[in-house]
């Protein structure tokens, strides 16, 4: 069955194009109106009259558990949240058991996802076996099974020369090298954002030094080896400065925001809610504009979720002994257009559209983040003034380990379409 979205505020970033307008899917494809050959065949009309019409969003830093781990998520229940949050595609993390240093285990999560998945799951490889960072994974074979980058994401790689000679082998391979930025010496045990907070409340504290260090490492690396490290969930206000800095003297280096480190900062841990307790920390104010200020001036071009599930019985122990993370699949495009768009006025609708589309698809070097004619039918409706409040309770994917609870939001995804196919709607 052919589709044809009428009315609807086409924004295309990729072919700069922002218009009201009708896109018709043609077996699975976008294509023109001319493709229609026989006036007379079946076509599925949907009304988009006050919705935008855009390419399907992409999210680069998402936990799904699998394998190993699922009883936090499973790459079926993480997919159906992806769809519930208006994502089309999901870049999978390593960080599993056994950890994705293998060509066996990237073409186990593959299979898995086709078999399973209602969205476009694409996975990582290692930088290290085990992620220990100790050893070099096999980057040439996890390129020739598939992986998207390499990265040691919940781990950070602490020997500069085992990253040297990875970020080289990622260039070899045509693989962007993804970091999760963390100095285990500055950081030590640190379990909050260092600052009043973490003073008040005797918990240990991580300073933002421990993200900026290996912010310039990485810059460094990237400048020696002209090759591309994209910076994980930055936090730091230092981590802003130092990526603009490098960027303006043409360094091949990018950095992401998670909405919860603009959403929140360290106060939400006064009631020694595990909930807020995040790898990076929630931080101070000041890291706040200056992550708002990245944001707005392009310093930071790609946004994601750090979707990170729990189960209720991990969390539920002394903030100390609780595992960093909180999902944010269903919550991430609420949580942005609400404060960037609406609350702060950072940026505008097609510049997060943007950032959720094209950016993440030209840094993983992809077919997607576009609505051009001939690409897969990967399509986000979004009502951007759309009032609407989180329930945990009903979310999509197996853990409800987040702060967002109860939250009022303006601005939801309404229907999300992979392959010509609805796989949510609202």
């Known amino acids: 069955m052919n589709t044809l979205i009428r009315n609807g505020r086409i924004i295309d970033p990729a ?8 896109l018709l899917i043609v077996d699975g494809r976008i294509a023109n109106q001319s493709a229609i050959r026989n006036p007379q065949s079946e076509i599925d009309e949907i009304d988009a009259s006050n919705l935008i019409v855009c390419p399907g969003l992409i999210d680069l830093h998402v936990h799904l558990r699998e394998p190993g781990f699922g009883w936090k998520e499973t790459i079926e229940s993480g997919a159906r949240a992806a769809a519930a949050g208006g994502f089309t595609t999901i870049v999978c993390m390593p960080n599993t058991s056994p950890a994705a240093d293998s060509p066996s285990t990237i073409a186990w999560i593959k ?16 930088i290290s076996k085990g992620l220990m960072g100790e050893e070099l994974a096999p980057i040439g074979s996890l390129a020739q099974a598939g992986v998207v980058a390499i990265t040691d994401d919940g781990r950070c790689v602490q020997n500069n020369e085992l990253m040297r000679r990875a970020v080289e082998y990622a260039r070899m391979v045509g693989l962007p090298l993804f970091d999760h930025c963390q100095d285990y010496n500055l950081v030590g045990n640190g379990v909050v954002h260092e600052g009043y907070w973490s003073t008040l409340l005797g918990l240990p504290g991580w ?7 290996i912010v310039m490492r990485n810059v460094l690396l990237a400048e020696l080896c002209d090759h591309h490290i994209h910076c994980q969930h930055i936090s730091a206000a230092g981590s802003v400065r130092i990526l603009r800095e490098a960027q303006a003297r043409g360094v091949k280096i990018s950095g992401e925001v998670c909405p919860h480190h603009i959403a929140l900062t360290d106060d939400a841990i006064q009631n020694f809610d595990t909930n807020a307790k995040m790898n990076p920390p929630l931080r101070a104010k000041e890291d706040v504009a200056a992550l708002l200020g990245g944001i707005a001036d392009g310093t930071i071009a ?3 979720s750090d979707h990170a ?5 991990e969390k539920e122990v002394e903030f100390d002994a609780a595992p960093f993370g909180i999902v944010g699949l269903e919550t991430e495009l609420g949580l942005f ?3 960037l768009v609406h609350k702060n006025k950072t940026i505008d609708l097609p510049r997060l559209i943007e950032m959720f589309t094209v950016n993440p698809a030209r840094l993983l070097q992809i077919e997607a983040g576009t609505l051009s004619p001939g690409r897969a039918a990967d399509v986000t409706l979004i ?3 759309l009032e609407w409040t989180f329930d945990a309770k009903a979310s999509q994917s197996l853990s409800r380990n987040t702060p967002f609870d109860g939250w009022k939001l303006k601005g939801r995804a309404v229907r999300t379409i992979v392959g010509g196919r609805t796989v949510w709607k609202l």
Do not use: M, Q, Y
Request: hydrophobic fraction near 40%; include cysteine; proline fraction near 9%.
């Open 309 to 313: 599930p729990h189960a209720k019985f």
């Open 302 to 304: 790609i946004l994601a």
């Open 15 to 22: 072919n700069k194009r922002d218009e009201i307008g009708d």
């Open 337 to 339: 257009l609400d404060l």
């Open 111 to 126: 299979d898995r996802a086709a078999e399973i998945a209602c969205v476009n799951v694409l996975p990582t490889g290692a």
């Open 383 to 385: 009502d951007p003034e």
């Open 207 to 213: 300073p933002s030094a421990g993200e900026e260090a």
